[in-house]
C-alpha cells in the first residue's frame, strides 16, 4: 500500500509541475510554449533574415521547435502570419499628453519619421504594406495622423487625400532609399558623365543630384514642404 500511495504521490508531483510549467509559459524541459505572440515574433526574426520568400510554414515551425500542424491551432495561414507580423512591427506609442496647445506637426512628422525608420528595419514591411489588410496598429496610426489633421485644420473632405499624399510619400522614400544600390563609385561616375553631358541636363547636373546622399535631410524636407501645403489648406 505504501508502494502505491508512493507512485500516486509521484504523479501527482510531475501534473503540479508540468501544470507550474504551462503557467510560466514552458514545456517540460525548459523549452517555451507555442503562443501566437511568440510565433508572430519569430515571423518577424525570420521576415528580416530570410525576407518574404523565406517565409514558410514549415521553416516557421522549425524555429519555433514546433510541428508544422501545432501552427494551425493558432493561424489559420501563411497569410495570416504575414497580416500579424506587419502589424506588429507598426505598434505605436503616441507621444505624452501635453499641456501646452498640441503641436500637431511635430506629431506629425513624429510619427512618420518613425513609420519610415520601421520599414528600414524590416525592409519586407514596405513591400507587404500596399496589399495586406491593415491591422489594428496601422488603423491606430492612421487615426492618430488624421486627429492631428484635423487639429491643424484639415477639413474632412481633405482629409483622404492629405493621408494618402502623406502615405504614399512615406511608401515611395522609404523604397527608394531601401532599394538605391549604387555605391559611391558608380556615383561620382554617372555625376561626371553628367557633367560631359551638362547641355543636355543642365538642371540636375548643376545641382549634382547622383551625389546627394541625404536621404535623412531629403526625407525631412520633402516632408515639410507636403506639411506646409497642407497647413494652408
Known amino acids: 500500500m505504501a508502494g502505491k500511495g508512493n507512485g500516486g504521490q509521484g504523479k501527482r508531483s510531475q ?31 525570420l521576415l528580416d533574415t ?20 501545432s501552427l494551425y491551432w493558432h493561424v489559420s495561414n501563411k497569410e495570416e502570419v504575414f497580416d500579424l507580423a506587419l502589424d506588429a512591427v507598426f505598434a505605436y506609442r503616441e507621444a505624452p499628453q501635453k499641456t501646452e496647445p498640441e503641436d500637431w506637426r511635430s506629431d506629425v512628422v513624429l510619427m512618420l519619421e518613425d513609420w519610415r525608420a520601421i520599414m528600414l528595419r524590416h525592409p519586407w514591411s514596405a513591400s507587404l504594406l500596399p496589399r ?3 491591422g489594428p496598429n496601422i488603423l491606430a496610426r492612421l487615426e492618430t495622423m488624421s486627429r492631428a489633421l484635423s487639429g491643424a485644420g484639415v477639413a474632412d473632405a481633405s482629409m483622404n487625400v492629405a493621408i494618402w499624399s502623406l502615405w504614399n510619400y512615406v511608401l515611395g522614400a522609404t523604397v527608394t532609399r531601401a532599394s538605391f544600390a549604387l555605391s559611391d563609385a558608380d556615383q561620382t561616375a554617372g555625376q561626371q558623365r553628367l557633367s560631359v553631358l551638362s547641355e543636355r541636363y543642365p538642371t540636375i547636373e548643376r545641382t549634382r543630384l547622383l551625389l546627394d546622399n ?19 489648406r
Open 132 to 134: 495586406r489588410a491593415l
Open 50 to 69: 530570410e525576407g518574404i520568400e523565406g517565409l514558410k510554414m514549415r521553416r516557421l515551425a522549425g524555429r519555433l521547435g514546433a510541428g508544422v500542424m
Open 15 to 45: 501534473r503540479v509541475e508540468a501544470l507550474a510549467v504551462a503557467e510560466a509559459g514552458q514545456k517540460p524541459g525548459g523549452e517555451p510554449s507555442l503562443s501566437l505572440d511568440r510565433i508572430v515574433a519569430t515571423a518577424v526574426d
Open 214 to 232: 541625404d536621404w535623412d535631410g531629403t526625407f525631412r524636407k520633402g516632408l515639410d514642404i507636403l506639411l506646409d501645403g497642407l497647413s494652408r
